[in-house]
């Protein structure tokens, strides 16, 4: 995270807010919140429960969002448009297809990665590899420095048909080889027909040169993660088709590399005046299931 993120989570001093910084990469923490969760006695004793995209709910939520930009940019209600989604996780780019299935004419979806290019390296080649945290880059689009997407797997589901069985195999596959290879697979060949599924990735110097171009020519300051899905979705707009790039936060929060780009310093708004001078409490931890559980058993009262 950057000094403005961390400021954000960390500032909170409400007596009932526990900030742990885990010792290791985001795919660390997500495997500890994943193997949290399915602890049933402890979750339940605990009452634990999620709010990201391992969360059914937070998905759900942002299909609405896919509908509602539609309907601001659609000539008329049946027309296509594509859209562009920075993608770490893969939940964000997941409700766009699920609004598809639903009917929404969404021509392309456009998955744009940077450096941990996992996600388009399967869609380029149908051979889905996970990379150790060892090998997982950091990047000046943090958020997307992610090499296990949780929400992945819900995707590959309905590739396979709705299979369960079948999914379970490749996912025993990638837990015994480090990955699967679909790409002799016809329902593969069908990704981007049936789906409209497309691929891309990013790097800092796109990054950069990505921000500097849209600013001078809209005076608008695009943070990291979207300027990676602005470079990609270059790479797929087609005549007459709009093509939706989704923001994925305040320019403000990667102000250093916003300064690299451009020269000019990210405007902070009014309410987050001096955030990173406040006083900041996080407890850091190492990559450790048992270690959290304790903590958490230690603080909830339970």
């Known amino acids: 995270m950057s000094a403005f993120q ?10 009932n807010i526990f900030n742990i910084a885990v010792e290791g990469l985001f795919d660390d923490c997500q495997d500890i919140v994943k193997a949290v969760s399915e602890d049933l006695p402890f979750k339940q004793r605990q009452r634990i429960g999620t709010v ?3 969360n059914w709910g937070r998905i759900s939520a942002q299909v609405v969002y896919y509908f509602s930009a539609y309907l601001r940019v659609a000539g008329k209600v049946g027309d296509p448009v594509s859209f562009a989604v920075p993608s770490g996780n893969f939940g964000n780019v997941l409700a766009g297809h699920i609004a598809r299935q639903m009917g929404l004419p969404i021509r392309r979806l456009v998955v744009a990665t940077n450096e941990n290019n996992v996600l388009h390296e399967f869609f380029k080649t149908g051979v889905y590899r996970p990379r150790a945290s060892s090998e997982t880059w950091i990047t000046s689009s943090p958020s997307m420095d992610i090499s296990k997407a949780s929400n992945f797997e819900r995707f590959v589901y309905d590739v396979m048909g709705r299979d369960g069985r079948a999914l379970a195999a490749l996912w025993n596959q990638l837990a015994q080889k480090g990955q699967f290879d679909l790409s002799a697979d016809p329902r593969f060949k069908a990704i981007a027909s049936q789906y409209g599924f497309v691929s891309g990735s990013s790097c800092h110097a796109d990054r950069l040169n990505t921000i500097r171009e849209v600013y001078q020519r809209t005076g608008t300051l695009i943070d990291t993660h979207t300027a990676d899905g602005v470079k990609v979705a270059r790479e797929f707009v087609e005549p007459g088709v709009p093509m939706v790039v989704l923001e994925t936060a305040l320019a403000v929060k990667f102000a250093d590399t916003i300064f690299e780009a451009t020269g000019q310093k990210a405007p902070v708004p009014s309410a987050y005046e001096g955030i990173e001078n406040l006083p900041q409490k996080v407890v850091s931890m190492p990559v450790s299931v048992q270690e959290v559980k304790a903590f958490i ?3 909830t009262g339970l």
């Open 6 to 15: 961390r400021a954000q989570m960390y500032s909170l001093q409400d007596p």
């Open 52 to 54: 990201n995209s391992i």
């Open 297 to 299: 058993a230690r603080h």
